[in-house]
């Protein structure tokens, strides 16, 4: 499948491709159509492009350090936006591709966008769901554990056969990705809340955003 490139003054987006290829990630330039002028400040330009997303039934849903994240409801994606640069993400985002895992996020493309003079990355991310439930805080704080201390067996993980202990019993998936992230930090930090931890509509976790700069 064709994917469109990236042009001004609209943004458009492709539809959801098939995989993962890192090889084919697109590259566009343009002026904000409705300011000509190069603006100088990244602040500005980073609020003219939320401004030109939400005019495309982008809704913003969150913002981190170095992010933010845009749903639109007509499309089965988010767009996670890197307003600076975030190695601990790229890094994770390569342990996506070599390690495939049912409880990694499906990222169907990656773009790099210039706008306003300002470079930005943009992740096209399947949509999850959050579980705030005390059970999914419960789960959560089990599936830290894990990665934290990655060399220890499950059982002396969680002595007492808890509810945790026989989540992650049923699901070695899991276990290895949690191992996995924690083995492959190098010398990135664990940055892995309840909100790091989400869901598909058939229950499946995914493990979202698990590496801090």
Same mark, same amino acid.
Request: glycine share 6%; hydrophobic share 35%.
């Given at each position: =499948?064709?994917? %469109?490139?990236?042009?001004?003054?609209?943004? +458009? /987006?492709? =539809? /959801?491709?098939?995989?993962?290829?890192?090889?084919?990630?697109?590259? *566009?330039?343009? @002026?904000?159509?409705?300011?000509?002028? +190069?603006?100088?400040? $990244?602040? &500005?330009?980073?609020?003219?492009?939320?401004? %030109?997303?939400?005019? %495309?039934?982008?809704?913003?849903? !969150?913002?981190? #350090?170095?992010? /933010?994240?845009?749903?639109?409801?007509?499309?089965?994606?988010?767009? @996670?936006?890197? =307003?600076?640069?975030?190695?601990?993400? *790229?890094? $994770?985002?390569?342990?996506?591709? %070599?390690?495939?895992?049912?409880?990694?996020?499906?990222?169907?493309?990656?773009?790099?966008?210039?706008?306003?003079? &300002?470079?930005? #990355?943009?992740?096209?991310?399947?949509?999850?769901?959050?579980?705030? +439930?005390?059970?999914?805080?419960?789960?959560?704080?089990?599936?830290?554990?894990?990665?934290? $201390?990655?060399?220890?067996?499950?059982? &002396?993980?969680?002595? !007492? #056969?808890?509810?945790?202990? *026989?989540?992650?019993?049923?699901?070695?998936?899991?276990?290895? *990705?949690?191992?996995?992230?924690?083995?492959?930090?190098?010398? #990135?930090?664990?940055?892995?809340?309840?909100?790091?931890? =989400?869901?598909?509509?058939?229950? +499946?976790?995914?493990?979202? !955003?698990?590496?801090?700069d």
């Amino acid at each position: =499948m064709r994917i %469109q490139e990236l042009r001004g003054p609209k943004i +458009t /987006m492709p =539809m /959801m491709a098939a995989g993962l290829d890192f090889g084919s990630t697109r590259h *566009a330039k343009f @002026k904000n159509s409705e300011n000509s002028k +190069t603006i100088g400040t $990244f602040e &500005q330009a980073y609020y003219n492009l939320k401004q %030109q997303l939400k005019r %495309q039934s982008w809704h913003y849903l !969150d913002e981190g #350090y170095f992010s /933010m994240v845009l749903e639109n409801p007509k499309k089965p994606y988010i767009l @996670k936006i890197n =307003m600076k640069q975030d190695t601990g993400y *790229a890094r $994770f985002v390569r342990l996506v591709k %070599q390690h495939p895992n049912p409880h990694f996020p499906k990222i169907s493309d990656i773009r790099r966008l210039i706008f306003d003079d &300002q470079v930005y #990355y943009i992740y096209l991310i399947e949509k999850l769901q959050r579980d705030t +439930t005390p059970r999914g805080k419960n789960i959560a704080e089990g599936c830290r554990k894990v990665v934290d $201390f990655h060399n220890t067996p499950l059982e &002396q993980l969680f002595p !007492d #056969y808890d509810g945790v202990l *026989a989540y992650l019993k049923r699901r070695p998936k899991l276990v290895e *990705a949690l191992r996995l992230i924690g083995e492959s930090s190098n010398n #990135y930090s664990i940055d892995l809340g309840s909100a790091n931890f =989400m869901y598909r509509p058939d229950h +499946t976790l995914v493990i979202t !955003d698990p590496y801090a700069d």
